[in-house]
């Protein structure tokens, strides 16, 4: 059953693909070739970790495509070990995004009403361009884990943000102030709601 909602899930970020890519693409001319990324493979980076030892209580992120890795896609996709207390509400600017529930249970907090919404194993989100949107565990000593898709990718994007504004394992902590991290949210895309 894993397998079906994962392939159900590309099949939408496929979709979803599509739908954004460029004219004249690779796909169209033939030359783009088939990537694998192996379970153990993609680039693994900590956001926000407790310290230079440990993640704690940050998220775990391993990039399996973006367009660092695979100049010619239109996609990212990445796993992500939420933090403990899930992903801040935002909106993107540039991307539309698919989240898939690989295991965990918690909440998406969608719209601007923040609205929750239960989620778990198994449980999809698609998240078009600019629409507010969070995640919460329902336990945070068990995080979720999450497959994400976002299309279509560009400079300062979403993977720009977690290749740039995140740390390797055994780096310390950027620990921004929160002015600068709003900056930085702002350069890669995002919007944070006001505070009410």
Same mark, same amino acid.
């Given at each position: *059953?894993?397998?079906?909602?994962?392939?159900?899930?590309?099949?939408?970020?496929?979709?979803?693909?599509?739908?954004?890519?460029?004219?004249?693409?690779?796909q169209q001319t033939g030359k783009t070739?088939?990537?694998?990324?192996?379970?153990?493979?993609?680039?693994?980076?900590?956001?926000?970790?407790?310290?230079?030892?440990?993640?704690?209580?940050?998220?775990?992120?391993?990039?399996?495509?973006?367009?660092?890795?695979?100049?010619?896609?239109? *996609?990212?996709?990445?796993?992500?070990?939420?933090?403990?207390?899930?992903?801040?509400?935002?909106?993107?600017?540039?991307?539309?995004?698919?989240?898939?529930?690989?295991?965990?249970?918690?909440?998406?907090?969608?719209?601007?009403?923040?609205?929750?919404?239960?989620?778990?194993?198994?449980?999809?989100?698609?998240?078009?361009?600019?629409?507010?949107?969070?995640?919460?565990?329902?336990?945070?000593?068990?995080?979720?884990?999450?497959?994400?898709?976002?299309?279509?990718?560009?400079?300062?994007?979403?993977?720009?943000?977690?290749q740039f504004a995140t740390v390797k394992?055994?780096?310390?902590?950027?620990?921004?102030?929160?002015?600068?991290?709003?900056?930085?949210?702002?350069?890669?895309?995002?919007?944070?709601?006001?505070?009410?």
């Amino acid at each position: *059953m894993k397998l079906v909602n994962a392939l159900i899930v590309f099949m939408l970020a496929v979709s979803v693909s599509a739908k954004n890519a460029p004219a004249e693409s690779p796909q169209q001319t033939g030359k783009t070739p088939i990537i694998a990324v192996g379970p153990d493979e993609g680039v693994v980076r900590w956001l926000q970790p407790d310290s230079a030892k440990e993640v704690g209580q940050g998220a775990l992120l391993n990039i399996k495509i973006d367009r660092l890795s695979v100049p010619y896609t239109n *996609m990212m996709v990445a796993t992500q070990k939420l933090a403990t207390l899930g992903i801040p509400v935002h909106s993107h600017t540039w991307e539309d995004e698919v989240i898939y529930v690989i295991k965990g249970q918690g909440f998406a907090v969608i719209n601007e009403d923040q609205t929750r919404v239960p989620i778990k194993t198994g449980s999809v989100l698609y998240i078009p361009l600019g629409e507010w949107h969070g995640l919460k565990n329902a336990d945070p000593k068990e995080p979720m884990d999450i497959l994400l898709v976002t299309t279509p990718v560009k400079p300062n994007g979403l993977g720009d943000f977690f290749q740039f504004a995140t740390v390797k394992p055994g780096h310390p902590p950027l620990n921004l102030p929160e002015e600068e991290f709003l900056k930085l949210v702002k350069k890669y895309g995002m919007e944070i709601p006001k505070k009410k």
